[in-house]
């Protein structure tokens, strides 16, 4: 039997730099040798490419984004829908990518698991796809959806998450793409969240077999820890250690965090699990300690809080100038090879 090749794909491009960077720490520091392949959201990828060499990674350059593109305009929304730019649908050249099984990761995201048992799960429940949390119908569909009319099925009672999931190649093409993308467009009004709609009726419609990550718990195909998301925002958390790599704990779980998943939340002092991100931001630079004395100082009041802005605003325009290494002394990128 021919060995089926693995990897692993993310979505981004400049202006989500800070969230690459950590989601890049947190996959090398757990995997070393998966190959990663960065799909660019747009054009604006210069300094995305640039990182290329110091994590390994390989950039997709395939004429089909640009005509992926090309769908996400078809499928906008008059009015309403998500607002997303075009680019999100280029996440679907991950179906005829160069791996055989694939994880694909939206930019903000941190890993702390190893994504073998991830892609295992695609086994273990008998699926084609595996995603990281189910979406309500109510995050799919507009209100009396003639579209989910048209191509649902009483099998499914969730759609896809479509930040984490992993999956394997073949499952469409881009003529199918171009195909299903001309069948619903008379129903575009009612595609609340572009790509998440999108995969979702095209799974639902054709009947292809998908499952949680939470399934693959229950059959014994994922053992570990939880994926945190919505459902635990706000919840008390701490942190552990795994080899000296940070992971996330969720104390009412009683369980490790195998991904976190910000899922559009803007990256700002007060977001949650904000910690997290920033060890992986920064590893072994000591900034983690400084950002989290500012962050302390941001709630005890305004005085302090500015006192700490003006700080790190004079220690970033040192960074800029060159006097601080972006990828902190204690980065695994100085140990991967392109």
């Not at 990674?57 to 829908?81: C, H, K, N, Y």
């Not at 941190?110 to 990281?132: E, H, N, Q």
């Not at 800029?320 to 990828?327: F, L, P, Q, R, V």
Request: charged residues 20%; proline residues 7%; contains cysteine.
């Amino acid at each position: 039997m021919t060995e089926r090749s693995r990897g692993v794909y993310f979505l981004a491009n400049d202006p989500y730099i800070e969230w690459v960077i950590a989601l890049l720490e947190s996959v090398r520091a757990w995997n070393p040798t998966l190959p990663i392949c960065c799909i660019p959201f747009d054009d604006r990828s210069t300094r995305l490419a640039d990182l290329a060499t110091r994590y390994g990674f390989s950039v997709l350059d395939d004429p089909t984004l640009a005509r992926l593109d090309g769908i996400g305009r078809r499928l906008r929304p008059s009015s309403g829908g998500d607002g997303l730019p075009p680019g999100v649908f280029r996440k679907l050249a991950t179906f005829w990518g160069p791996f055989d099984e694939f994880v694909f990761l939206d930019a903000d995201v941190i890993v702390t698991c190893d994504l073998g048992p991830i892609l295992d799960t695609l086994d273990a429940t008998g699926s084609d796809l595996t995603y990281m949390h189910g979406a309500p119908f109510s995050a799919v569909y507009a209100p009396g959806s003639q579209l989910r009319e048209r191509g649902g099925s009483t099998a499914w009672t969730e759609g896809i998450t479509t930040g984490v999931w992993a999956a394997r190649r073949g499952l469409m093409s881009e003529a199918d793409v171009d195909a299903f993308a001309t069948a619903i467009e008379p129903y575009r009004d009612e595609i609340l969240y572009s790509d998440q709609t999108f995969i979702s009726h095209y799974f639902e419609s054709h009947l292809i077999p998908v499952a949680a990550f939470e399934q693959a718990h229950r059959v014994g195909g994922l053992s570990g820890g939880y994926l945190a998301g919505g459902i635990v925002w706000n919840k008390p958390f701490g942190l552990n250690r795994d080899g000296g790599r940070p992971v996330l704990h969720i104390p009412y779980l009683d369980t490790d965090v195998l991904i976190t998943h910000w899922a559009g939340v803007k990256l700002n002092p007060q977001m949650p699990y904000r910690r997290i991100w920033r060890l992986y931001r920064w590893p072994g630079s000591g900034l983690d300690q400084r950002l989290r004395r500012w962050t302390d100082a941001a709630a005890s009041g305004p005085m302090a809080a500015r006192r700490w802005a003006g700080r790190l605003r004079r220690r970033r325009r040192g960074w800029d100038k060159g006097g601080y290494d972006a990828h902190g002394p204690g980065s695994v990128a100085s140990s991967v090879r392109g």
